[in-house]
Nanobody, 123 residues
Framework: VQLQASGGGSVQAGGSLRLSCVVS????????TAWFHQAPGKEREFVAS????????YYTDSVKGRFTVSKVSAKNTVYLQMNSLKPEDTAVYYC?????????????????WGQGTLVTVSS
């Protein structure tokens, strides 16, 4: 399995970005893809996730109402639409995949990782 994340960039506070994660090699819908972010000097933190089967979504509290995770199964792609961005959203964003549909919020439960894409939000 390989994941390729893209779409990061620099925006001003209040702006929007859409991240994409192309997943190749996934052989079952019994899987979930998550977005994590990691700011300098901090731990990698859960942002949002989506199940490939059923499309259930989950968010950390700080992004609810601002970020939306979605997927297009035919393209094997997961998106993270980020609106109303804040300086504290500045981080490297990673997409990750785990087998199974149980929701997990820690990075150690995800097996496959993309390379990360940098999001910088200026005030």
């Amino acid at each position: 399995v390989q994941l390729q994340a893209s779409g990061g960039g620099s925006v001003q506070a209040g702006g929007s970005l859409r991240l994409s994660c192309v997943v190749s090699g996934r052989t079952t819908n019994d899987a979930a893809t998550a977005w994590f972010h990691q700011a300098p000097g901090k731990e990698r933190e859960f942002v949002a996730s989506i199940r490939w089967s059923g499309g259930n979504t989950y968010y950390t509290d700080s992004v609810k109402g601002r970020f939306t995770v979605s997927k297009v199964s035919a393209k094997n792609t997961v998106y993270l639409q980020m609106n109303s961005l804040k300086p504290e959203d500045t981080a490297v964003y990673y997409c990750a995949l785990r087998w199974g549909s149980t929701v997990h919020y820690t990075s150690d439960r995800y097996t496959f990782w993309g390379q990360g894409t940098l999001v910088t939000v200026s005030s």
